[in-house]
C-alpha cells in the first residue's frame, strides 16, 4: 500500500484513496477465498462420484490451500500494479487543479513568513482573549460581592431609620445629633473608665511598695 498521505485527494474525494483501495483489495480477497471453498466443494462432489477414488477430503484441502496460495501470491502482484496505476490515474488530484475551497487562497497568496506572522498574531489575540475572560469574571464575582455589601448597607440603613423614627416620637430630636451626642458621651466614659484604671494600677502598685 501506498505511504503517501493524499491529503489534498482525501479532501477532494472526502476518503483517502489508500483506504478505498484497502478495501477493494479485501474484497477482492474474500472473493477468492469463497470461489476457493466452492472449487474445492466441487471437486470432493466429482471424486465421489468415481468408483474407487482413495483420494481423501484432507488431501483435496492441501491441494486446494497451495493452490489458494499460489492464486494469492499472483493476486497481489497484479493488484500492486493495478493500485499503482489507480492511485496515479484515477484517485489522483493534478498538481495543476484548485478546489474551489482553496481558490481564497490563488486570490490571497500567503508565503510562509506572512502565515507565521498570521499565526504568532493569532495566539495573541488568544491569549488577549483568555486573558479579558479572566478578567470578566474577576468584576462579575466582584459586583456580586458588591451587591451584597449593598444588601447589607440598605439594611443598617434601615435600623438608622427605624431608630430615628423611635427617637421622633419619644421627643428625642434630630436623630443625627442625638447619636453624635452619644458618640461624644461615650468616649468621655471611656476616657474616665482609663483615668480610672491608671489610678487603679497606680494605688495597686503603691501598695505592693508598702
Not at 493524499?6 to 469463497?34: H, K, N, S, W
Not at 502482484?77 to 490515474?89: C, G, H, I, S
Not at 444588601?151 to 430630636?173: D, M, N, P, T, Y
Amino acid at each position: 500500500m501506498s505511504v503517501d498521505p493524499m491529503a489534498y485527494e482525501a479532501q477532494f474525494f472526502g476518503f483517502t484513496p489508500q483506504t478505498c483501495m484497502l478495501r477493494v483489495y479485501i474484497a477482492f480477497q474474500d472473493y477468492l477465498f469463497e470461489m476457493m471453498l466452492v472449487v474445492e466443494g466441487v471437486m470432493l462432489k466429482k471424486l465421489d462420484a468415481i468408483p474407487g477414488c482413495k483420494v481423501s477430503p484432507s488431501e483435496v484441502r492441501k491441494c486446494t490451500e497451495k493452490f489458494l496460495v499460489f492464486m494469492k501470491e499472483h493476486f497481489d502482484k497484479l493488484f500492486a500494479k493495478m493500485e499503482e496505476m489507480l492511485l496515479q490515474l484515477v484517485l489522483h488530484v493534478p498538481k495543476n487543479v484548485l478546489l474551489p475551497e482553496d481558490r481564497v487562497q490563488e486570490q490571497y497568496p500567503c508565503s510562509e513568513e506572512e502565515f507565521q506572522a498570521l499565526q504568532d498574531e493569532l495566539r495573541q489575540l488568544q491569549q488577549q482573549c483568555r486573558a479579558e475572560a479572566a478578567l470578566e469574571q474577576a468584576l462579575r464575582a466582584e459586583l456580586e460581592e458588591q451587591k451584597v455589601v449593598t444588601a447589607e448597607l440598605e439594611k443598617i440603613l434601615q435600623c438608622f431609620e427605624a431608630v430615628e423614627s423611635i427617637c421622633r416620637e419619644h421627643g428625642a430630636g434630630n436623630f443625627k445629633e442625638s447619636f453624635a451626642l452619644l458618640t461624644q458621651n461615650s468616649k468621655k466614659l471611656q476616657d474616665v473608665l482609663k483615668d480610672v484604671e491608671e489610678k487603679r494600677k497606680k494605688m495597686m502598685q503603691h501598695d505592693q511598695l508598702i
